[in-house]
T-cell receptor, first 116, second 117 residues
Framework: AQKITQTQPGMFVQEKEAVTLDCTYDTSDQSYGLFWYKQPSSGEMIFLIYQGSYDEQNATEGRYSLNFQKARKSANLVISASQLGDSAMYFCAMREGGGGADGLTFGKGTHLIIQP | KAGVTQTPRYLIKTRGQQVTLSCSPISGHRSVSWYQQTPGQGLQFLFEYFSETQRNKGNFPGRFSGRQFSNSRSEMNVSTLELGDSALYLC????????????????FGPGTRLTVL
């Protein structure tokens, strides 16, 4: 089973509208971290926001917020007042706890296109 | 503060050859992770190095190897290249190794795009 599921392969959104990018995850660990990254066409991964499994408040970073619903294993990214420069691939990722370090597990991504 | 740098940015090789990619982390960062990104498989974790030691490795064949030097710079090597190795290889650095829910932001480099002909 996939550990990170992003069900929206692509989205078209009008400029200035709010956008919600879906992400569900699967883990049996109690300790884990959830990340969202933006990847423009240049290829570089840009960190957007982080949510720890023990964090009680939803994370926010400027126009980005993470709607964390632990019981539903959901970590949706919300972008308020979208801009043309937000057009990019967006990846949800998870790092699980335990003794080892397996790096980040990424979803397949959502291709977001902001239209003027 | 300079970001993560990767060299070369683009590389073309033929099947059977080997290749070495380089990654210089952000100054002060001691952990370096490598990821492979392909259209079919997406982003997959290759390995992570901290203080010159490999901490873990993803599900890749032994043809993929890496190392880290005392200055935290890292290299990854792919031997006996196959067509399927064509990918964007991303390096990420962080202050400390990854682990659980602890906040540990990884800063990614621009990647090396490898094409195997």
């Amino acid at each position: 089973a996939q550990k990170i599921t992003q069900t929206q392969p692509g989205m078209f959104v009008q400029e200035k509208e709010a956008v919600t990018l879906d992400c569900t995850y699967d883990t049996s660990d109690q300790s884990y971290g959830l990340f969202w990254y933006k990847q423009p066409s240049s290829g570089e991964m840009i960190f957007l926001i982080y949510q720890g499994s023990y964090d009680e408040q939803n994370a926010t970073e400027g126009r980005y917020s993470l709607n964390f619903q632990k019981a539903r294993k959901s970590a949706n990214l919300v972008i308020s007042a979208s801009q043309l420069g937000d057009s990019a691939m967006y990846f949800c990722a998870m790092r699980e706890g335990g003794g080892g370090a397996d790096g980040l597990t990424f979803g397949k991504g959502t291709h977001l296109i902001i239209q003027p | 503060k300079a970001g993560v740098t990767q060299t070369p940015r683009y590389l073309i090789k033929t099947r059977g050859q080997q290749v070495t990619l380089s990654c210089s982390p952000i100054s002060g960062h001691r952990s370096v992770s490598w990821y492979q990104q392909t259209p079919g498989q997406g982003l997959q974790f290759l390995f992570e190095y901290f203080s010159e030691t490999q901490r873990n490795k993803g599900n890749f064949p032994g043809r993929f190897s890496g190392r880290q030097f005392s200055n935290s710079r890292s290299e990854m090597n792919v031997s006996t290249l196959e067509l399927g190795d064509s990918a964007l290889y991303l390096c990420a650095s962080s202050l400390t190794p990854s682990g659980g829910s602890s906040y540990n932001e990884q800063f990614f480099g621009p990647g090396t795009r490898l094409t195997v002909l």
